[in-house]
């Protein structure tokens, strides 16, 4: 509900490629008026949000996924090429309408309460921290080894960022560069994200990672967190040493400032999930005891973090996350239809490929939300996905297999409206021997309720009898560990059509994903602005 008060947020953003060197390597990167990360966003529940792109990016199309936020009324500005709209061309401006519907932090977007609502902890100080994995490789050179044969991996980060500083070692150069300016470490745009606290008071930090590949663990020396939110709901309070967090969630923690005050501590960041010691450096960040200097470096070195294949833990965490009693929204009690998503890596005409039920999914040229508003039916496969693999029962998710008959498609999901949707997300053996790894799913346009989670395989009869019905916490993100299977459930109330896929950006990229279309037919009148590619050139009025 928008009350009578609800504002408009207006910004404008130029979106260009400047050099940058946050990591103290110099090189081209993306920028948002000028800034990595881009600006903040600041709304309260209710608002309206315009945001107005204008695309400076010579060679590239551009579109803004705002994530987190589930676009209702609005499913033309989710911003997912392919999915939702035509990319907005070089040069061009693309207008962005949403209502933000929640209060939380999706990546830099931050949704106060309404006045006068208050929250369930409280604290004297709010910050937040976005944390980034880092590359020097352009991704033009990254999707041109994804799609080569012989496949290219893009490899372990270069660097973690933390608030978007970092530090390379740049005696590790491939090649050291003649020009002094191509990788300084004492550049100030690469010194160390310095946090002053006052001592004796509570933070609350937002914490968010965006990176392309990495899970993380996140550390403050020292200091206990109390994780109190995720993905914009409550948590039940828990106190962790380390906060492991995957590509696209966010996460509150209150930190009390009542250690030792004649010195600062360190925050750090450390890659989990895959072996990553040897070519990565932690990220390192200054919590600063007010008065003491902000560059006075800790006395102590920065905490190892956590054995980086201990999957123990990180399950632990993940099963401990549960809704804040007060705050619980119960999910429906069963399901209209549940759908199997089984991960896998194939290999198809010869390329490495991401699958899902053994279908890699690729984007058609024309947008999924225009063709089918518009009854275009010819510009995608009509044959849906199966709601799950008809060898399932017998597949061997421990080993590797020879899965000779996947194949890509860009065949949809179509779900009835208001029908209540569990997925299972299955995971499996890749094509290494031994090997199953971490994926962050997200699902754009709805929140879900994560019912479970399991080691090995999903089975149907008697792990939905274990399911959490009483207190799930709902995110949009999630992640699936190796060799286990994640729950979730969803009901298909919001009108449009969305992107499910894995967060990594190589594995998305390799065919990680499905999109589910519900209640198209009740969208509104699409925008023009959201026409102009494949079969819409002709829809585009000026």
């Known amino acids: ?115 006068g609502v208050a929250e369930p902890f409280t604290y004297d100080y709010d910050r937040s921290i976005i944390l980034n994995d880092w590359y020097h490789a352009s991704t033009y050179e990254q999707a041109a080894g994804l799609s080569s044969i012989p496949f290219v991996w893009v490899g372990e980060p270069q660097s973690l960022l933390i608030q978007g500083k970092g530090k390379f070692d740049c005696s590790k150069l491939a090649t050291p560069s003649s020009n002094p300016t191509a990788c300084n ?18 933070y609350r930090l937002r914490i968010s990672s965006v990176t392309a590949l990495s899970a993380l663990s ?12 995720a993905d914009g709901h409550y948590v039940e309070p828990i106190v962790v040493q380390n ?39 932690p990220g390192l960040a200054i919590l600063n005891y007010y008065p003491n200097h902000p560059k006075r470096v800790p006395p102590t070195d920065p905490p190892a973090g956590p054995i980086w294949n201990d999957i123990a833990p990180r399950l632990a965490q993940s099963v401990a996350i549960k809704a804040r009693q007060g705050y619980v929204h119960t999910p429906p009690p069963k399901s209209d239809r549940a759908i199997v998503l089984l991960n896998t890596q194939n290999k198809i005409d010869g390329y490495n490929r991401w699958s899902v039920n053994n279908v890699s ?15 275009l039916h010819h510009v995608f496969d009509q044959h849906p996905p199966p709601d799950r693999l008809h060898e399932f029962t017998t597949y061997d998710i421990y080993g590797v297999v020879n899965n000779t008959n996947a194949t890509s498609s860009n065949a949809i999901y179509r779900l009835k409206f208001n029908s209540t949707v569990d997925i299972i997300l299955q995971n499996a053996n890749t094509m290494t021997v031994n090997n199953s790894e971490t994926h962050p799913w997200h699902l754009h346009g709805h929140d879900f309720w994560v019912l479970g989670y399991g080691t090995g395989k999903f089975d149907a009869e008697n792990d939905p009898k274990k399911y959490n019905l009483a207190n799930p916490i709902m995110k949009n993100t999630v992640a699936v560990h190796p060799y286990g299977w994640t729950a979730l459930r969803f009901v298909a109330d919001n009108p449009g059509v969305w992107a499910f896929h894995c967060h990594i950006e ?25 026409m102009g590619c494949g079969e819409t050139k002709a829809f585009k009025r000026p």
């Open 1 to 115: 509900m928008v009350s009578a008060e609800a504002g408009v947020r207006r910004y404008k953003w130029d979106v260009k490629y400047e050099f940058k060197s946050p990591d103290c390597y110099r090189k081209l990167a993306i920028t948002i008026n000028g800034k990595t990360p881009g600006p903040t966003i600041l709304a309260q529940q209710g608002d309206t949000v315009i945001v107005e792109v204008t695309n400076g990016l010579a060679t590239e199309n551009l579109a803004i996924h705002w994530h987190g936020i589930r676009q209702i009324g609005s499913p033309w500005s989710d911003g997912t090429e392919g999915v939702t709209q035509c990319p907005i061309l070089p040069g061009d401006t693309f207008t962005y309408r949403f209502i933000v519907d929640r209060a939380g932090l999706y990546g830099s977007i931050r949704v106060l309460l309404p006045d």
């Open 185 to 202: 470490t004492t550049n100030p745009e690469c010194l160390p994200y310095v946090m002053t606290v006052v001592p004796g008071k509570t």
């Open 218 to 229: 996140f550390q403050i020396e020292g200091h206990n967190m109390t994780v109190v939110e």
């Open 243 to 281: 906060l492991f967090i995957y590509s696209g969630e966010t996460y509150s923690v209150l930190i009390k400032i009542d250690q030792e005050p004649s010195r600062n501590y360190w925050i750090t960041t450390n890659i989990v999930g895959r072996n990553a010691t040897a070519t990565t450096p």
């Open 361 to 375: 999914f690729t984007l058609p040229h024309t947008p999924y939300l225009i063709a089918l508003k518009e009854n």
């Open 506 to 530: 190589s594995h998305f990229y390799m065919g990680m994903g499905v999109v589910f279309e519900e209640g198209v037919e009740k969208v509104g009148k699409l925008p023009s602005e959201i």
